[in-house]
């Protein structure tokens, strides 16, 4: 009895990660297979057209903003609306809720933090590299590794660009060129 129930815990409880635009169009979609189980149910989602098919379908079914959780096709879809982009993780039906859930409110929390509150289409292409780098640091090959969102964006952020530049004005020429007059008039002193 215990034996049948354990047989089917596994690390990998997220099939697949989707981006849909407001057409239902691919922004970005990442499929996962377990390792050590090439045969499970996402077979079925194995080819291009196969994958399509199944996006479209299941945009139909969620365009519509108002729900988080849908059963399509046999398998568990949770969805988040964001102007005009839709988040989807998707895995089995066995799968927690609760887990998917909040591994796709940890995605779309770290990368508003990323794109600085701007979660629009335009944005998600412009920074695919980063949109990308949350993704993974979120999902890994199908197994959920962190669903805390402030730590997803600080592993995934740029430093900020005015905190490295190197400011040069007046104030500081001055300071530079008072320094070196002082060095060479020790230097001339000396001889």
Sequence with gaps: MLLGAC??????????????????????????????QPQLENKALSSLKDQRSFEKGLWEKTKKAGGDIIIYDNHLALYKHSLDVIFYVIGP??????????????FSDALSMVLRNQVEKRAVMENLDLVLLCLDETVDDGIIVETDSATIASRVSRPRADTTEIVINEQTLMSAYQTVKEKMQQRIGQF
């Design 7 to 36: 047989a089917n815990l596994s690390l990998y409880s997220i099939s697949a990660f989707l981006i849909l635009d407001s057409d239902g169009g691919r922004v970005l979609a990442k499929y996962y297979r377990p390792k050590n």
């Design 93 to 106: 039906t066995t799968e927690n809720e609760l887990m998917l859930y909040s591994a796709l409110s940890a």
